[in-house]
């Protein structure tokens, strides 16, 4: 038996006359979708396989889908003749193209076989001349496989070789991807060995040593694996030292190490290259110069083995010394190593005479996160789902490694300055702090920020992109987006679809054991972002702005500037200025009646339903009443359309509740419930009974524009106040109101016991305002039962990670980050906007 040993992801040619059974040993061994034959993309192009004048045609077609295929990572077989050099050369260029490795099956079966399996078959006329001319082809073609680019050749010489040949796939080098970890990535150490062994321990390591004392291998008691980034050598006090310990762990399995630049240039000298010894190599080759011989063989021997870069946990983590672009992931070739060691360069050099980086990480729009090292950074940045580790530790900086998948970030200090930087570790800003670029927000981005991570899909960034060029105010002063609202959990109270006990259980279920339970006020949503000067504040001209939850402009001016001065003045009133040492807050409102915004949405969408309602369903009724008094049954008509009459006017009922007349800011009144920042200070971190309170003062201010938000709190473990405040929210929705917001009492930052953010609030509506959602009749109990099979997933991770967002949001404005990262964050929230989410719900 013969294996052929081929890598997973791979182009393979065929080789061989016709009649030797190459299609035959393709069908055997290869899935159909897998094999491009030559003879069905001649049929393809021109309806007989056999036309060999539309070969270059059928060539061109089937070197276009075998292109598609392997860069969706599919392995390809093509089964043609593969003779000449020129149609082998083709596809060794499709190979290369898309990183992969060509590989060559060789079918060589006696001439007079091949002949007779040509004969037989009626669908061929081919001559004899022409075989044994292929014959001779395939001949030559033995020596020219490898040195045309083939990186393995498998010949089969026989029937019997190639019946009894078997395929064994090869994962590539580069793929651990049944390794999860956890994992500590550690930076470019650069001969820092005290530095070295400091980071492994404060990182929980157990390190092992010889017997002269030298550490030669590191454990740790939870079983995490180390992953360096290469840049282990040159320039540190210690290059032999941070080696030896390195090699013992990767030789033990406990660490993995990709190859950097360093170390291929120090492969190079020892293999007698002839290299231009500068950037810190000098003071490698002294230190191993001390080290018995047997030592450096090991090194090189060690360097020689180091692949590439690595996939691990499933493909969702990458490791490579310089990055890695999304497409060279998991590929195999000269340039996805050279882009592994050195990444891209523009071919310019900065002013320091090094090269100008190109900003790949800018681009990458990969699912996989991508941890590297090479350039060093003074602070490591997550940009777009990638993160640089080296922050310079042999400059004077800091050895940094990454904890995955906790995304932490642990360092130590350098214990000094080893080697003088060329370029200055701490570089200046590359752009001003209130330059924002289109480059921040377009296309698919990966977002992350202290409380979780998120992509951005290319769809929802363009629609975002829409909103925020035509209507979002000035991006100065559109520093948070309040998030979306999930509600309770369906309820099976009979009649209704929201009611308090599956609110309260979904809560207790997370392990809150407090809560508070708020009027929801039917309105619109409104940021207030106040100054305490009229004209001045560190957000622009306008002492501030009014927007809606999606950014725009509330009323326009100069009802917007007439609001803010109405602010103001409360604040002032307060005194919240000078007790919160601001000169501007940040508050989350709700504005009032839900007409004096949405009085065109009311008419248009609503109040014709009504209408049309009350006109029809009184005049069927009558029809019906005469129908019965002629003595037809028309009962169970007549009853239905009644129940539909009552729906109609409930439904009427529930929206001019919220209707009111307005004349300006005259009937307008404000609901806050949350002050999110001022100065330097954000207060998520407060629980809701401050900012109810801070909400109490303005309303006591000026109680003819503010409005109370009444509220009853909570203890989850005492079933009186549940049952209390499930009456409260009975007669709240009984007298019209809209229902309540249940929330953690501990405030917007609650975290549960797993540390991970609680959903901000959960929605409990009442039953006659869910008319107005779901329409007159959703308490029809057939109707009720479909709505009860509504899911409410989606729309609870749209709320957490729209929360999340904001949060970072407020804390990157207190904390002075430049305009385009606050500006990123609020931007995703919007993006999460464009979720295709049930809009009811």
Excluded at 36 to 45: E, N
Excluded at 303 to 314: A, I, Q
Excluded at 533 to 546: C, I
Excluded at 558 to 566: G, K
Aim: aromatic residues 6%; hydrophobic residues 40%; contains cysteine.
């Amino acid at each position: 038996m013969s294996v052929l040993d081929i890598p997973e992801l791979a182009l393979v040619a065929l080789v061989g006359v016709s009649g030797s059974g190459k299609s035959t040993f393709a069908g055997r061994h290869f899935a159909p979708s897998q094999v491009l034959s030559s003879d069905a993309f001649r049929a393809m192009v021109a309806d007989d396989e056999n036309d060999q004048s539309a070969s270059a045609d059928a060539f061109d077609a089937l070197h276009y889908v075998a292109a598609k295929r392997l860069r969706a990572g599919r392995l390809t077989v093509v089964d043609a003749t593969n003779l000449q050099p020129h149609a082998r050369a083709g596809l060794v260029r499709v190979a290369r193209e898309h990183d992969v490795l060509p590989v060559a099956i060789v079918l060589d079966v006696p001439e007079a076989l091949a002949w007779e399996r040509t004969e037989a078959r009626s669908d061929r006329t081919l001559g004899r001349q022409v075989l044994a001319r292929m014959s001779r082809d395939l001949r030559r073609s033995y020596g020219q496989l490898a040195r045309e680019g083939f990186r393995k050749v498998h010949v089969l010489r026989g029937t019997d070789e190639i019946d009894r040949a078997e395929i064994r796939y090869e994962r590539m080098f580069n793929d651990r991807r049944e390794l999860t970890g956890p994992f500590d990535i550690v930076g470019d150490v650069h001969g820092c060995r005290a530095e070295l062994e400091t980071l492994l321990l404060r990182l929980g390591w157990r390190l092992h040593h010889d017997e002269a004392g030298r550490p030669v291998d590191a454990t740790h008691p939870s079983g995490r694996t180390a992953v360096f980034v290469g840049d282990l050598v040159d320039r540190g006090p210690d290059s032999p030292g941070v080696l030896r310990l390195v090699m013992g762990m990767v030789a033990a399995g406990h660490a993995l190490c990709v190859p950097g630049n360093h170390e291929q240039k120090l492969l190079r000298k020892l293999r007698g290259r002839n290299v231009k010894v500068a950037h810190g190599l000098a003071e490698t080759l002294d230190q191993l110069a001390a080290e018995p011989a047997e030592f450096t063989a090991e090194v090189a021997t060690f360097v020689d083995g180091l692949v590439s870069h690595y996939l691990l946990d499933g493909g969702r983590l990458v490791v490579a010394h310089a990055g890695l672009k999304e497409e060279y992931q998991g590929r195999a070739s000269g340039r996805v190593r050279a882009f592994a060691l050195y990444g891209e360069t523009t071919g310019e050099t900065d002013e320091y005479g090094l090269p100008v980086r190109y900003p790949w990480a800018r681009e990458y729009r990969g699912a996989a996160t991508v941890v590297y090292g090479h350039t060093p950074t003074p602070e490591p940045e997550w940009i777009n789902n990638t993160i640089c580790v080296d922050t310079g530790c042999v400059f004077g900086g800091r050895l940094t490694a990454l904890r995955y998948p906790e995304r932490e970030l642990v360092s130590v200090p350098a214990e000094r300055e080893w080697y003088a930087p060329v370029r200055p570790l701490v570089a200046a800003p590359s752009r001003p702090d209130e330059v924002l670029e289109l480059t921040d927000v377009a296309g698919r981005r990966h977002v992350e920020h202290t409380y979780g991570s998120l992509t951005v899909p290319a769809e929802n960034a363009a629609a975002a992109l829409e909103v925020m060029s035509r209507f979002a105010v000035d991006p100065r002063r559109l520093v948070w987006l309040p998030p979306t609202m999930a509600p309770c959990s369906t309820s099976r109270v009979d009649g209704y679809l929201e009611h308090p006990t599956e609110a309260f259980a979904d809560y207790r279920a997370a392990g809150v054991d407090r809560v508070v339970c708020e009027e929801k006020h039917m309105g619109s949503r409104a940021v207030v972002l106040v100054c305490r000067e009229p004209n001045g504040g560190p957000f622009g001209p306008g002492g501030g702005v009014v927007h809606t939850r999606t950014g725009r402009p509330f009323f326009g001016e100069p009802l917007d500037t007439e609001l803010l001065d109405r602010v103001r003045a409360a604040v002032t009133a307060a005194g919240l200025w000078a007790e919160m040492e601001t000169d501007w807050l940040l508050l989350d409102c709700e504005l009032l009646p839900w007409s004096a915004k949405a009085g065109g949405l009311i008419r248009e969408q609503y109040a014709g339903v009504g209408a049309a309602g009350r006109a029809a369903l009184p005049a069927a009724l009558d029809s019906l009443d005469a129908a019965a008094a002629r003595g037809l049954d028309v009962t169970a008509l007549r009853d239905r359309t009644a129940r539909r009459r009552d729906d109609v006017l409930a439904y009427t009922s529930a929206y001019r509740a919220y209707v009111g007349p307005t004349d300006g800011l005259r009937g307008v009144t404000l609901a806050p419930f949350a002050v999110l920042a001022g100065g330097s200070a954000g207060y998520a971190d407060r629980d809701h009974g401050w900012h109810l309170a801070q909400a109490d003062r303005l309303c006591a201010a000026d109680p003819e524009f503010f409005t109370p938000t009444r509220r009853q709190v909570v203890d989850l473990g005492d079933p009186d106040a549940v049952q209390a405040a499930t009456h409260w929210w009975l007669e709240l929705t009984g007298a019209g109101g809209e229902g309540m917001v249940v929330k953690p009492y501990a405030g917007p930052a609650a975290r549960s016991e797993r540390g991970s953010l609680l959903q901000p609030g959960i929605k409990c509506r009442g039953r006659e305002y869910l008319r107005i959602i779901y329409g007159p009749g959703y308490t029809e109990p057939e109707e009720l039962a479909a709505l009860r099979k509504r899911s409410l997933g989606r729309k609870r991770g749209m709320a957490l990670r729209e929360h999340g967002l904001g949060l970072a949001a407020v804390d990157a404005l207190v904390d002075g980050a430049p305009l385009w990262r606050r500006h990123e964050l609020v931007f995703a929230i919007l993006a999460c906007e464009s979720e295709p989410v049930d809009p009811r719900l």
